[in-house]
């Protein structure tokens, strides 16, 4: 289950909000987000992950990609610039060094910014990403190819 917290909870009993249980993200996104990682070091890269609900699962369909700064030490997006309703489900960055543990500002990022977010460390390959929730625990995903 993702993200249930307590205002999850007040959700899901007064509107009928139901958990997200499992995450599939799509083969073509997970490439490409490892590719841009690759290209990018040793700068970190940041985007949000376009997606949607199919009952209690979340499908990751797309990278939105908003104006950011980014240095080897942090990316910092202007999620302010972000559309209305384009379906920003979480994010994704990279981290040039060998951890893909969320700093306590991923953590203040994840908590407003989406249910699902994946931070890929170096080398930048498929067994460097972890995922978590808006609060920061570490969540299961499936790759579709």
Do not use: C, Q, W
Request: net charge negative.
């Amino acid at each position: 289950m993702i993200g249930m917290g307590l205002t999850d909870k007040i959700m899901a009993s007064l509107f009928g909000f139901k958990p997200v249980r499992r995450v599939i993200v799509d083969s073509g996104v997970m490439e490409g987000a490892l590719e841009i990682a690759r290209n990018s070091h040793p700068r970190e890269f940041a985007a949000l992950l376009e997606g949607h609900r199919e009952g209690d699962t979340l499908h990751v369909t797309g990278l939105i990609f908003l104006p950011s700064k980014t240095s080897d030490e942090g990316a910092v997006m202007d999620v302010l610039m972000l559309p209305p309703f384009t379906g920003a489900a979480g994010s994704v960055h990279s981290h040039p060094g060998p951890s893909n543990a969320p700093s306590p500002a991923d953590i203040r990022f994840f908590s407003s910014n989406g249910i699902f977010h994946m931070i890929i460390a170096y080398p930048y390959r498929r067994e460097t990403v972890a995922a978590y929730t808006r609060s920061g625990v570490p969540v299961a995903f499936e790759v579709a190819d």
